[in-house]
C-alpha cells in the first residue's frame, strides 16, 4: 500500500512499511529509508508523501490464446515482471474491436505469483467471429494490458445427433484388404439434424487421388462418393448403401491399416468427421 498522499506521515508506520515490507523494524531513520527509497540529500519527510515502492506489472512471456468450436476462449501466460510488488488482481479483456476501449473486462484471479502459469477461460463467443484479447495484471502501483493478437472463432460444428455408421461388404468382410476391387463402405448411416441441411460424404485413403473439401480446405486422400444435401428433420433418418462401389480401388499393403471416412457437413459448418479402421494383416 502506497504511503499517504497527505496528512500525518507515521515513520515506521506509514513508510517503512512501503519501503521494507513491514512495520516491526527498529529504530529505522529518515536518512536510511530515504536512502533506500532513492531520494537524494537533504532528506525530508515531505518526499514520501504518495511514495510507493513498486511499479505497474511490467512483462508476461510466453502468452497464447484460442477459441475451440464450443465458443470457449482460453488464454494462458507466464509472469516475468510484477513491478516489485504482488499481484492483487488479473484477467483478460475480450472485444471484436482492435480498441481495448470497447472490450469486455473479465476479472479471473487475485493472485499471480512471479515466474508462474496464469490460465483464463470465458465461455459464450461467437462462431466465425474475429476476437482480440489482452492479459491485465494489477498491483498497488496500478494496471497493465498486455495484448495478445486476435484469432478468428472456428464455424460451429455442425448439429448431428445420434450418427451410427454401419460397416458393410467388404468393409465388413475379410475382403477389405488388400483388395484391388473394393466394393464396401457403411450401410446404412443413421442421423439426425433438426436445425440445419446435412451433405455425407463416404471414402477411403487408398487411392492415389485426393479429395479437398472447401469449407476448411483439408485434404483427404481416397475415392469418395457424396449424398445430400439431406433438410433437416428432427428424428433418426437413415441412408442405405451409402459406400464405396467397385471404382473405389484399395492400394493397401499386408501390415498396414486401412482407413474409412464418414463426413457431415453444410455451408457454414465445420466438418463432423468420423473415421473408421482395420489394419490389414501381416503377410
Not at 492479459?135 to 494490458?145: C, M, R, S, W
Amino acid at each position: 500500500m502506497a504511503v499517504p498522499s497527505s496528512g500525518q506521515l507515521r515513520l515506521r508506520a506509514d513508510i517503512n512499511q512501503e519501503v521494507n515490507g513491514n512495520d516491526t523494524d527498529d529504530n529505522v531513520s529518515l536518512g536510511t529509508l530515504s536512502n533506500e527509497a532513492g531520494f537524494t540529500d537533504p532528506d525530508n519527510m515531505s518526499e514520501f508523501y504518495g511514495y510507493q515502492a513498486c511499479t505497474a506489472p511490467t512483462q508476461i512471456g510466453s502468452q497464447s490464446f484460442s477459441i475451440n468450436t464450443a465458443g470457449n476462449l482460453s488464454a494462458q501466460a507466464i509472469m516475468r515482471g510484477n513491478g516489485g510488488c504482488d499481484i492483487t488482481e488479473c484477467g483478460v479483456y475480450i472485444g471484436t474491436s482492435s480498441s481495448i476501449g470497447s472490450a469486455t473486462k473479465y476479472n479471473q484471479h487475485s493472485t499471480w505469483g512471479m515466474h508462474s502459469w496464469r490460465y483464463f477461460n470465458v465461455s459464450g463467443m461467437a462462431s466465425n467471429t474475429t476476437y482480440y484479447c489482452w492479459i491485465y495484471a494489477k498491483n498497488d502501483a496500478g494496471e497493465t494490458q498486455f495484448s495478445l493478437g486476435s484469432t478468428t472463432s472456428p464455424p460451429p460444428i455442425i448439429p448431428v445427433t445420434g450418427n451410427t455408421e454401419t460397416k458393410s461388404g467388404d468393409w465388413a468382410s475379410a475382403n477389405y484388404c488388400p483388395n484391388f476391387n473394393f466394393n464396401g463402405g457403411f450401410n446404412p448411416i443413421v442421423w439426425t439434424n433438426s436445425s440445419s441441411y446435412t451433405n455425407i460424404d463416404v471414402y477411403g485413403n487408398n487411392s492415389t487421388s485426393a479429395f479437398q473439401h472447401a469449407t476448411n480446405n483439408a485434404a483427404y486422400p481416397g475415392c469418395k462418393n457424396t449424398f445430400g444435401a439431406f433438410s433437416p428433420q428432427s428424428s433418426p433418418r437413415t441412408k442405405y448403401g451409402a459406400g464405396l462401389r467397385g471404382t473405389c480401388y484399395d492400394y493397401s499393403t499386408c501390415g498396414n491399416t486401412r482407413y474409412i471416412y464418414a463426413r457431415y457437413y453444410y455451408s457454414g459448418y465445420s466438418d463432423l468427421l468420423v473415421t473408421t479402421s482395420r489394419a490389414c494383416p501381416s503377410c
